[in-house]
């Protein structure tokens, strides 16, 4: 087990975005977070990367709390809809990330080629379409260092052909040993590409496990589909 | 494999980056050149006429100092665009990341929000250097024509417009990184620099502890040291400001932290800035660099009234508005209370404005009380102020030293080549690397 998430909640004013959120997340496992719209994926992820300050719950790993400046070492996440540093150039963007977030440089080519960014290299990352845009944010992610990478909405403004492809890049890096946390809202997606699933519904697990372990806690048919349905 | 270069120096070079393609950055730096010229041109053209061009009669003494008839008016461009234009670089390049989402990608670095607002700020303030360059190929200008530069005095009044510049930038990226929005942001700076100029009136009317506290606006400030004044506390409240204003920055800036802890935080570096201000106006150390040593009473009197080791009080019958009141302050008592650490002033009236208070017996008086002796003066020059105080001490007044008076630096000449640099080269200048630069490096 990388880390485990225990009891983690947060409210806006009245409104319980995450109420005693708990699951595990597996060294080298594609878990999928998955949840309709407004379940508080972005807001859980947000509290799990220190972006969003959390009112209660812990992290743990190694059977140690880990605080949220050792969380740094542990994970990095990648929001959605983001268009960092709109004026600069893709190429420098990369660059960037290698440098300031100690991102690994020996990986640069390669997630270059394997997100197809050569020719957007140049071109500045707010003029980006939303689909070239979000391959930056995966290229970002992809170079940092951390174990874990958490990528809210990975295939979001992708077309089947682009979700295809970067579902594979994605799976490389997994098979070399990085974690990958995926919050994923559409559920044929993710039934594709995720090994395990958290299921998120108004800020509550529902369930937690592969496919067949979640149709066995719901009573479900062995599909993804199914179980959601049921489970939320 | 890691980056050579150190996280730091990368912040720096994106924060450099983020200020060559703001736009914001570069209409400063247009409008600075024209403001320079205008200022510039007519500051030169009237010196030249109170040296004596087109026959007028030559004239002598401060009215020749180039720091007071070239620079300070050359240099007030530089104010102007401080108060107008560099909010807004600053406020871009504080909530551009949080606009862009890229705060939520680099706050995950671990780096410091303190250590990433003050990478701002060094930006910020090399991209003010480059501004300067408009006023600094003013000074290269004047030298040009015959011109007389003193560097004491230039340096002060470069390092009071930094400090307004650093004052500038303190208060925009406190707001920007308070506020969600940049035009929130900049509403706010500019009722802080509003509510600046509201408090210098209403020190100007009500004299007392709101006209002690009027003397620390950034205009205050930059008068200062535009007449070649440098305060010690002046100069150190400016920096707690700005530190304070960084500070509270820095604590906005940081995400992951909840509203109540970000409001102790805020609460304490206020508390702490107010302390620190507070315990900054006990210190009364100044230097005047003017080469016409324009903040300070001739060497000679001044070794004599050091000699004067008793309290010496002064009472003076003035209203506030009076402007007799304003030749006291400024002729005598700002240079007195330079020498005379122990100077205790209080003004008497019974009306702001002092006009229905002529007829009243003691009004205009100035008493003088130093060991128990006391005596009157209506007399509101240095002058008359020096007497009174060495006939109350019983100090000989010292001999008039004709040498070490100033005697100014007259000029007589037209501001020749001025209009073309300023008004036709730098913004051509500005446009092109404008263009250039914007092109390199997206």
Redesign the interface.
Known sequence: MLFEVKGLSKRFGRIAALADVGFQVRAGEVLGLIGPNGAGKSTLF?CL?????S?GGAMHAGGRIVD??AR?SLL????D?????????VR?AL??T?????G???LREEVVEQLDLGELLRQ?V?TLSKGQRKRVLLG?GLLTSQPALLIDEPFEGLDLRQARDIAAALRVHAARGRTLFLSIHQISDAARFCDRFVLLSNGRVCGEGTVSELAGLSGAEPNLEEVFLALT | MRSPRSPFLWLIDKECRELLVSRAWWVLLLGMGPLVGLSFIGAVRTYAEVSGLNGTSGGVGEALSPLIGVWAPTFSACELVAVFLLPFVAIRLVSGDRQSGALKLESQQGMSPLVRIAAKSLVLMGGWLVAMLVPFSAILLWISYGGSAYPPELVTLTAGHLLNAGLTIGLAAAMASVTEHPSTAAILTLSVTVGTWILSFIGAVQGGWWERAAGYTPAALVAEFQHGLARLDTVLIAMVLILAGLGLSAVWMGLGTDVKQRVYRSASVVLLAAGSIFACTFLNASWDTSESRGNSFPETDERALRQIHGPLRITAHLAQEDPRRADLESRALSKLRRVMPNLQVRYVSATSIGLFEQTNAGYGEIWYELGGRRTMSRATTAEGVLESIYSLAGVKPPAEDDEAVFRGHPLARPAKGAGTLFYGVWPGLTLASGLLVRRRFK
């Open positions: 947000e990367a220190g972006v969003l300050p009112d949220v400046r740094r990095f996440y990648v929001p809809g983001i268009a960092p540093w709109p004026e600069q150039p420098w660059d960037f290698i440098g300031f977030l100690g690994r440089a020996e500045p707010g970002i």
